[in-house]
């Protein structure tokens, strides 16, 4: 029935259903429950925030020094990354990653180690979970926040928690085998040395750089290009220009809609920074011969 056609003894009624109407749609913007999934090779759970807000260890925490944003101290309400990823019923593969993938095509591949050590002072991970009634505030240089779901680490200097380990706007989380095994273009040749400088450097890229360029194909993110497909950076960079590209890539070049950072000393070291460059200068020569 129209609104128009209500006689006038109706009014008071339909104008309370239409204020009632108005405050459940529009009253809090981003008030949706925001939905999380969390799998393995063997299950499904469906979380969202509002079953996550209301577990009984979700906490408080202080995090020093957030990666996202900008290196300075937020705090959050979260829950223990672990006990999250405990709803699955499956045995994790050994050396198994947590693929954390973003609404953005991030795909950081997270060792489950990390996640799921103990040690006394060591780093502990949480997901942190972003209240509908209290949105977090934008992300530096992007329009939205870091929610609806997000991990932090406490303690992050007791380990090594490369700044990929702390992907945000998180829409799945999925426990799958190493990044080796899932994609084999991606590792160097067996043949190498076990001392030599590019077995080094494709853990660096696998913890730093798969998060958002594939390599030979293998690999999730969406965010970047393949870095051998169909030509790698050491081709057509200079050694000393790939350098300063990873330190501060806007120096280098800039386009539209940049996203890739630059990663200072203390989060990549000068040893590993030659270590990843070693690592793709070896996986230029061992491109199949169908990609050259």
């Not at 056609?5 to 109706?10: A, K, L, Y």
């Not at 890539?249 to 203390?266: C, D, F, L, N």
């Amino acid at each position: 029935m129209s609104i128009f056609r209500i006689g006038p003894d109706r009014w008071p009624a339909a104008l309370a259903a239409l204020v009632l109407l108005a405050t459940a749609t529009f009253a809090v913007p981003g008030a949706v429950a925001a939905p999380l999934t969390i799998e393995d090779d063997t299950a499904s759970r469906s979380l969202d925030t509002a079953a996550l807000l209301a577990r009984p260890d979700v906490a408080e925490v202080t995090i020093p020094g957030d990666v996202a944003y900008g290196g300075t101290t937020q705090r959050y309400r979260a829950v223990p990354l672990a006990t999250v990823l405990g709803l699955l019923p499956g045995r994790p593969p050994a050396g198994a990653v947590l693929e954390a993938r973003a609404t953005d095509g991030f795909a950081a591949q997270v060792p489950l180690g990390l996640v799921f050590q103990a040690a006394p002072g060591g780093p502990a991970a949480w997901l942190a979970i972003e209240p509908p009634d209290a949105p977090w505030p934008k992300v530096p240089g992007r329009q939205a926040s870091a929610g609806p779901f997000y991990i932090v680490w406490e303690r992050a200097a007791a380990g090594r928690i490369s700044p990929e380990y702390w992907p945000y706007q998180i829409a799945a989380l999925r426990i799958v085998e190493p990044p080796a095994v899932r994609w084999p273009q991606i590792a160097v040749d067996a043949a190498l040395p076990a001392d030599h400088p590019a077995r080094r450097g494709q853990e660096v890229y696998t913890a730093i750089c798969l998060a958002c360029h594939r390599m030979n194909g293998g690999g999730a993110g969406e965010m970047g290009p393949d870095l051998n497909r169909p030509m790698n950076p050491t081709e057509y960079f200079q050694p000393a220009a790939l350098r300063r590209l990873l330190r501060d890539p806007a120096s280098v070049r800039t386009w539209p809609e940049q996203k890739m950072p630059g990663y200072a000393e203390a989060e990549l070291s000068n040893a590993d920074l030659d270590a990843v460059i070693a690592y793709l200068a070896q996986m230029a020569a061992q491109r199949p011969a169908a990609s050259r």
